[in-house]
Structures are given as structure tokens and as C-alpha cells.
């Protein structure tokens, strides 16, 4: 077994796909409009779907806002540099909520960003102690 992907519901497919693949450097793998369903699905990641899991933008054609509720967290994503990374997102447009730096009650390094449509992604160095 496997994670697949991660579905996040979008208001805006063409501003989510541009902050996936231009700000946080990830490759749209495919995107399917459903007519009769009157959505279009959007799938985003830094590898193939074999191999890797992505995540599913889901865009309602008749839907430009959601609620995030108080149950999602975030998506975490391990880069190099979380420094650098901050400076590239800001550069490219980017919303950096909480700036690179140590974890609190912790030394690990991390930053968050928020997406068009207001969900945290957390940058982290390194691999996980969890």
C-alpha cells in the first residue's frame, strides 16, 4: 500500500496550478475537465504518479471559495535549504506566512506558505525525527 495523492479543493485552478508548478517548482502531470460533472482535476508533483504521491486540485466550476475548516493542518515538503527557499517563494510571488527558522522546543529548521486559496504548506530540512 501506498498514499496516492491528496485532494485539495481550489477557487482558482489557473492560480493554484501557476503557485504549484512556478512558485514551488512542481510539474502539472495531467489535468481532465468533466463536463457532465461540471469539475476539472488538476494532478501536481515532483515526480511521476508511480512513484511518488501528488496531490489533486479540484476545481468546481460553479465554486470559487471554500471554508478550510479547522481540521486540515498542512502538506510538508523537505527542501535543501529553508532559507533559500523563503527567498525563491517570496521572489516568485509567493506568500510566506511564518519565515524560516528553528521549530519551537526544537532545532529544525522550517517556514510556512500559503497557497491561493489560504492552505499552509510547511518547508522542512532534513528528514523527519517523528
Same mark, same amino acid.
Given at each position: @500500500?501506498?498514499?496516492?495523492?491528496? @485532494?485539495?479543493?481550489?477557487?482558482?485552478?489557473?492560480? *493554484?496550478?501557476?503557485? #504549484?508548478?512556478?512558485?514551488?517548482? @512542481?510539474?502539472?502531470l495531467r489535468r481532465k475537465d468533466n463536463e457532465e460533472g461540471r469539475?476539472?482535476?488538476?494532478?501536481?508533483? #515532483?515526480?511521476?504518479?508511480?512513484?511518488?504521491?501528488?496531490l489533486e486540485l479540484t476545481y468546481n466550476w460553479d465554486i470559487d471559495? =471554500?471554508?478550510?475548516?479547522?481540521? #486540515?493542518?498542512?502538506?510538508?515538503?523537505?527542501?535543501?535549504?529553508? =532559507?533559500?527557499?523563503?527567498?525563491q517563494i517570496k521572489a516568485a510571488g509567493g506568500n510566506v506566512v511564518?519565515?524560516?527558522? %528553528? @521549530?519551537?522546543?526544537?532545532?529544525?529548521?522550517?517556514?510556512?506558505?500559503?497557497? %491561493?486559496?489560504? =492552505?499552509?504548506?510547511?518547508?522542512? *530540512?532534513?528528514? *523527519?525525527?517523528?
Amino acid at each position: @500500500m501506498r498514499i496516492l495523492h491528496t @485532494m485539495l479543493r481550489v477557487g482558482n485552478l489557473d492560480a *493554484s496550478i501557476a503557485f #504549484y508548478t512556478e512558485v514551488l517548482g @512542481m510539474t502539472l502531470l495531467r489535468r481532465k475537465d468533466n463536463e457532465e460533472g461540471r469539475f476539472t482535476l488538476a494532478f501536481v508533483g #515532483y515526480g511521476n504518479e508511480a512513484e511518488n504521491a501528488v496531490l489533486e486540485l479540484t476545481y468546481n466550476w460553479d465554486i470559487d471559495h =471554500y471554508d478550510l475548516g479547522d481540521g #486540515y493542518g498542512h502538506i510538508a515538503i523537505e527542501v535543501l535549504d529553508v =532559507y533559500k527557499a523563503c527567498e525563491q517563494i517570496k521572489a516568485a510571488g509567493g506568500n510566506v506566512v511564518r519565515e524560516a527558522g %528553528p @521549530m519551537k522546543h526544537g532545532t529544525r529548521v522550517l517556514a510556512f506558505v500559503e497557497d %491561493p486559496d489560504g =492552505y499552509r504548506i510547511e518547508l522542512l *530540512s532534513g528528514r *523527519s525525527e517523528v
